[in-house]
């Protein structure tokens, strides 16, 4: 089976604190920890356990700048066979769509039978799967957490719906899926592992090579813009319990029996 | 505008959802005064149940009636709403499960704007909608703008919107199945299966006063033995948001959550947890939160009651020394 996954560069928002820059055009990207979206991640690992038991070849792909080549080698130290990097000035400023479209570029440039891509990433949109399936006219299924391959044509997918319930389908191939956290557990990738790939070409394309007119991408093509980035105002907020560790302790446990929270 | 406005409805036996009633308030924010269309795909006596239900909010009513509807398959919905749309409609869908199979395919294939997961609706101005959204797992806000003119679909997060109260009139129930069927059902190559229930846990978190919820910055899975302990002796039960099922440490039926169970304790401590809307989205009831967490920045310190700025690996262990202490 020759499967695609798409991977996104993105700041990992459990290892920092995001504050917005002095004019709210961005959010502050220095001394920011970037680390490949985590929901890729585990799209990644699904895409080499699926190779391992059918055969095939995953190839990793990202639209990002020259940085996002470090998430892709990383993917690669997980297992995945090859690496390609759209990188364009042009680029810049994409909408979900215009992402969708160049990776559905890419994906006419090449011969594949299953895409995944991660259920959401930093934005929380969760677009680009279902919008490339659509492109495409491949069937999709969003938040998949279960992948049962049947046959060369058909594959038995669950995807998960509220209250820890599963919803089961089966869809024809080629198809695309977003897959959603806990669908297995990503493997461990150690320095070593990079150092393997750290010699793997990994090509990069861009509008010229994909075809793709300049104007129907970037900012210039994107419907959907974001005009500012700002911290939100929600009200009050928590009172928040100040002083030392044992201070705050005592006055914790005090509210806590207030409040019924002691049995 | 009144003819372009469509909203999504969603339900289960013969009963509409919350969200239903809240994409009219969000309606209204884009264009004042004016009420959506409601769409509702389903089958037999559940879906006119639902149908009946929706004409006391909304003025009308589009249903669509057919057996391969009874369960939601996006598929076969998206194709049906690309015949039944006009070029310039704007379709508002709830962002949740559902939505999110459907909308971005939607837009694609109406060619239409897609804007996901809005928070709040600024306005409508000379065809530019503007809208708040989220980035980050709700660490910073965004406005977003969008020509609309030619079509949009707009997901909306549940619960964001307040709910609108019923109407003195009653709304009209047009049917129409025909105009969307045409003979045959597209997405043949998506075929819904069944619905696989979540397995019982050995505790039922839905049922607990006082919980003990824990998250990521537990850090490691040898460290939930102090959580345990101190929900022993607070007499509460542990509770967990996504992270820590996705690293298999506690049985799903213990996750908070859209995708996992809703509680509806008097106190709910949260510890180590970010505080995502999906995560928040699982606790009902308006409980005294207290929220500890290390980042400052974490959202979950809106929603909280009380917060401590604190490493809980180093707060839990004394917390329930006290405890233990007062209890005697």
């Given amino acids: 089976m020759e499967i695609l996954v798409c991977v996104k560069r993105v700041p990992d928002t459990a290892e920092n604190e995001i504050a917005v820059n002095r004019d709210g055009t961005d959010i502050e990207r220095n001394d920011l920890v970037y680390s490949v979206n985590e929901w890729d991640n585990y799209a990644v690992e699904e895409a080499i356990q699926i190779r391992d038991r059918v055969g095939g070849t995953v190839t990793v792909i990202s639209v990002g700048d020259e940085a996002s080549e470090e998430v892709l080698r990383r993917e690669m130290a997980m297992g995945a066979d090859k690496g390609i990097l759209l990188c364009d000035p042009v680029f810049e400023g994409s909408d979900g769509r215009g992402i969708a479209g160049i990776l559905k570029a890419a994906v006419e440039r090449g011969s594949y039978d299953l895409i995944l891509t991660g259920a959401q990433a930093d934005d929380g949109s969760g677009q680009i799967g279902g919008m490339l399936a659509a492109m495409l006219d491949w069937p999709y299924a969003s938040l998949v957490n279960t992948i049962e391959i049947l046959d060369g044509n058909r594959i038995k997918v669950g995807r998960e719906i509220a209250g820890g319930n599963q919803e089961m389908n089966e869809i024809d191939l080629p198809c695309v899926l977003s897959i959603q956290t806990g669908i297995n557990e990503p493997r461990y990738v150690g320095i070593r592992g990079i150092r393997k790939v750290a010699s793997m070409e990994i090509p990069v394309q861009g509008s010229a090579e994909l075809g793709i007119p300049p104007e129907s991408v970037g900012a210039a093509g994107a419907k959907v813009k974001r005009l500012d980035y700002f911290v939100p105002e929600m009200g009050q907020g928590a009172e928040m319990l100040e002083g030392s560790i044992d201070e705050i302790i005592e006055k914790l446990t005090e509210l806590l029996k207030s409040k019924g929270g002691l049995k | ?328």
């Fill in chain 2, 1 to 328: 505008m009144a003819d372009t406005l469509f909203a999504y409805i969603l339900h289960t036996d013969g009963k509409v959802d919350d969200t239903a009633f809240e994409l009219i308030s969000a309606a209204k924010k884009i264009v004042p005064g004016t009420l959506p269309t409601a769409v509702i795909f389903g089958s037999g006596g559940s879906l006119d149940t639902a149908c009946n239900q929706l004409s006391s909010q909304y003025p009308q009513v589009w249903k669509i009636d057919h057996p391969a509807l009874a369960y939601p398959n996006a598929e076969v919905i998206r194709g049906l709403l690309v015949r039944l749309l006009p070029e310039n409609g704007l379709m508002l869908i709830p962002h949740e499960h559902f939505g999110m199979d459907l909308a971005p395919g939607l837009s694609i294939k109406s060619d239409a704007a897609y804007i996901p997961d809005v928070v709040h609706i600024q306005g409508l101005q000379d065809g530019i909608l503007t809208v708040v959204r989220e980035e980050f797992n709700g660490q910073i806000s965004t406005h977003v703008a969008c020509d609309i003119s030619k079509g949009a679909v707009v997901t909306l997060r549940a619960g964001a919107f307040q709910p609108v109260e019923a109407r003195s009139e009653t709304g009209r129930i047009l049917d129409k199945t025909d105009t969307a069927i045409q003979g045959d059902l597209p997405g043949g190559n998506r075929r819904f299966l069944e619905l696989v229930e979540a397995p019982v846990g050995d505790v039922d978190i839905t049922k607990s006063d006082i919980l003990i919820s824990v998250g990521r910055g537990i850090e490691e899975e040898e460290n939930l033995e102090m959580v345990h302990a101190l929900a022993k002796a607070m007499g509460g039960d542990v509770s967990c948001s996504r992270p820590i099922v996705d690293a298999k440490w506690l049985e799903k039926s213990r996750q908070v959550g859209t995708s996992g169970q809703t509680v509806k304790p008097k106190v709910y401590l949260a510890l180590g947890i970010s505080g995502s809307f999906q995560h928040m989205g699982g606790v009902k009831g308006a409980p005294f939160v207290v929220a500890v967490n290390k980042n400052p920045k974490a959202p979950i310190f809106q929603s909280a009651d009380v917060g401590v700025v604190a490493d809980i690996l180093e707060l839990i262990p004394k917390l329930t020394e006290k405890v233990q202490e007062v209890k005697g």
